[in-house]
Every structure is written in C-alpha cells, then in structure tokens.
C-alpha cells in the first residue's frame, strides 16, 4: 500500500503539532493561539502543500439529504 502522505508532510505536520504544544502556533488571519491538536495537523498538512509536498486534496464536506 503507498503511503498517504509524503515524509516532507509528515515533518511539516510534527513542526505544527510542536508549536502548538509550545504555545506559539497561531491561526490564519485572526492570528489567535490553536488549541487544538486536530486543527495543528490540518495547518501543517496545509503548508506542506503550499510547499509542494505529496497531499491528498482537502476533503469537502457533504450535507445530509
């Protein structure tokens, strides 16, 4: 099975989870402290694909029917 995402992404991922244990990771544009663990991994998967690393694309959400 190929892995799902490259080992650049999976740096990029541990660099954002450390600065938001730290304290120091901060969000987009409001700029205000990430507290949670699940939105430090959806930064750094985001800039591991700024950089061009291989990342599956972003899932959309679907509405119920």
Known sequence: MARKYSKKASEQVKKAVRKQ?????KSGKSGKKVTSRKQAVAIGLSEARKKGAKVPKKQSSKKKE
Request: charged share 40%.
């Open 21 to 25: 244990k730290k304290g120091t990771l």
